[in-house]
């Protein structure tokens, strides 16, 4: 009986029903099949009013909504462009950082390739770079970032860990520290594949120079510090670090620079709203769902029946690579944290495995499957941006595919990497 | 067709309403959360009621934005087969998907109505003054607009848009 809703449900979510009723039918059909109440779904579902760290979520997400609206972007390019463009592949290496910082602030992958992708394709081409290069760049860059601080993935997974009180010692603060090597890896791989590829060709001048791009620069320049110095200062809880940023970038963009006019103000607000409320609300029932399956303890009798197959953990990791890699083709990074790390959590604790590392092997694997052919979302997002056949981006895409993945099984087997910062700063 | 101006007009209303608390509640979200660290690190201590607002904010606008992305129809999905499929077979999955979603909002309704009266029969406070009720307002009237919405958007594809 339970087998057959449950493939039902699967079979909903697959048609396309919105992720968090189908969260919410099954937490809703567990309890009602254990004889509880039902409204412990809706208590569960107001814990989002008890967690001060979820503050950051609307703070953060409202603060890269404005940055991409504004021209901060350009500004950005224009700057790096101006100090690294004299390299050979400057200018794709900077594409690939200008990404990266960005997707860690705006969270969701998308936005990057609609926001920045109009911006660097063309630049990209027009700088002699290949049309299949500049496409794959572009694509693959739209993921890139999701394990440097702030990013919502992050904030999101530290939360969950936090909520099923496995591996209580971790803070999203250590997430911060654990993520920055790993994320470090890829973009360095990238770029160094970008700079070979690209050896031939001429270096571009940029036309601006590195003072007035800096001058033009002067009021985001702050930010990272902001951010990152407070955070890892221990200033700033992440919450405070995320109400600062936002005050700031809207006292910039909307008062300072009046990129966002006042009319748009209220647009750019409501978008990034509805962007919170899809996580905020899969997050909301998911609670319920999750305390269903502790309850029922599916948890432990997961992996109970892998451990009878699987000792080792080295092949559980790459089964766990796998795994992940298939989900994030299907799934997008938010639905995917909620409904698999409480899950997958104290499997992997069985395994040894540490949970700042697992959140990192998850992150790094979702980013992946956003560009994993034929489904991943990127290739779509991107095919749609560009108006390219899909096929085409598929291609373009498949060497930086390559790269990453070395990466990411580099991050996998070796956990040090996660490992290192979050120790260092423990000890300090 | 005075209904359905009637209806029109009330749903228009509505949106406007979503959209101005929105707005209203991340700016002020923004000032109290920048202020309550000016308070703490200058005066060496913030306001004792604002953290709590400022939590009972995140509950607001999560249901706030999950309202405006049943509007579009913009909510998180997997949407894998979709693309696969004829234009007819999407119009029966559109409908099956769609009720089914606003069924399952209903029932939230309704649990949710009942926790935010059991709230209230308690007459538990989440800070001085302020009724955990209230706070629990959204969840029932939230999930009411969104099963509504989703029931319309079954069969008017278009019609809650904008």
């Known amino acids: 009986m339970s087998v057959v809703i449950s493939l039902l449900l699967l079979g909903l979510a697959l048609l396309g029903t919105p992720l968090f009723i189908v969260i919410a039918a099954s937490a809703l059909l567990g309890f009602y099949s254990s004889d509880i109440d039902l409204s412990v779904v809706l208590i569960e579902f107001y814990r989002l009013a008890e967690m001060p760290i979820l503050l950051a979520i609307p703070l953060f997400t409202l603060a890269g909504y404005l940055l991409s609206e504004s021209k901060a972007p350009q500004r950005l390019v224009n700057l790096s462009n101006a100090l690294l463009g004299w390299m050979p592949g400057g200018l794709a290496v900077v594409s690939l950082a200008i990404c990266a910082i960005f997707t860690a602030f705006t969270g969701a992958s998308g936005v990057t390739i609609i926001a920045l992708g109009a911006l660097l394709y063309p630049a990209l081409t027009q700088a002699g770079y290949g049309q299949r290069f500049s496409l794959g760049l572009v694509t693959t860059s739209g993921s890139l970032g999701l394990l440097f601080a702030p990013s919502l993935p992050l904030i999101l997974y530290g939360v969950i860990v936090q909520q099923l009180g496995v591996g209580s010692s971790l803070t999203v603060d250590d997430l911060f520290l654990a993520g920055a090597l790993p994320g470090l890896l890829m973009v360095l791989a990238l770029s160094a594949w970008s700079m070979w590829t690209n050896r031939g060709l001429s270096r571009e001048q940029s036309d601006i120079s590195i003072a007035a791009a800096l001058r033009a620069a002067i009021w985001e320049l702050p930010l990272p510090f902001i951010v990152l110095g407070g955070i890892y200062s221990g200033y700033f809880a992440v919450s405070e670090a995320a109400a600062v940023t936002a005050l700031y970038v809207l006292v910039v963009e909307v008062l300072i620079h009046r990129e966002i006019k006042l009319g748009d103000l209220s647009r750019i607000i409501r978008e990034s709203m509805v962007l919170v409320g899809g996580i905020l609300i899969i997050l909301g029932v998911s609670l319920a769902s999750t305390n269903y399956l502790i309850d029922a303890e599916v948890p432990v009798r997961l992996f109970d029946i892998m451990h009878a197959y699987i000792q080792d953990p080295l092949f559980f990791l790459l089964l766990l690579n796998v795994f992940l890699l298939l989900l994030g083709m299907m799934l997008d990074i938010f639905s995917a944290l909620v409904i698999m790390v409480p899950l997958l959590l104290p499997v992997a604790l069985g395994y040894g495995i540490d949970p700042l590392h697992l959140g990192i092997i998850f992150l790094a694997n979702m980013q992946l499957g956003y560009l994993t052919p034929p489904v991943g979302m990127n290739l779509f997002i991107a095919s749609y941006r560009f108006k390219v056949p899909v096929m085409q981006i598929y291609r373009s895409t498949l060497p930086f595919f390559f790269i990453l993945l070395l990466t990411v099984l580099v991050i996998t087997y070796w956990p040090g990497l996660s490992l290192y910062l979050p120790g260092l700063f423990a000890t300090w | ?162």
Not at chain 2, 26 to 45: E, K, P, T, W, Y
Not at chain 2, 99 to 127: D, K, N, P, Q
Not at chain 2, 128 to 140: A, D, R
């Open chain 2, 1 to 162: 067709m005075r209904i359905k101006d009637y209806l029109e007009h009330i749903n228009n209303a509505l949106r406007r309403f979503e959209d101005g608390l929105i707005v209203l509640m991340v700016l002020s979200m923004v000032l109290l959360a920048a202020g309550q660290i000016v308070l703490r690190n200058v005066f060496g201590g913030g306001l004792v009621w604002v953290d709590p607002f400022l939590r009972v904010m995140v509950l607001w606008l999560g249901l706030l934005g999950a309202m405006v992305a049943t509007r579009h129809n913009n909510h998180i999905t997997v949407d894998v087969l979709s693309r696969f499929l004829s234009a007819k077979i999407k119009y029966f999955i559109r409908i099956i998907t769609g009720l089914f979603a606003s069924v399952i909002c209903a029932i939230l309704a309704w649990h949710g109505a009942r926790f935010m009266l059991a709230e209230y029969t308690a007459a538990t406070e989440v800070f001085t003054g302020v009724p955990t009720w209230c706070c629990v307002l959204i969840i029932p009237v939230g999930f009411v607009v969104m099963s509504v919405r989703f029931f319309v958007h079954t069969f008017k594809p278009g019609a809650v848009q904008t």
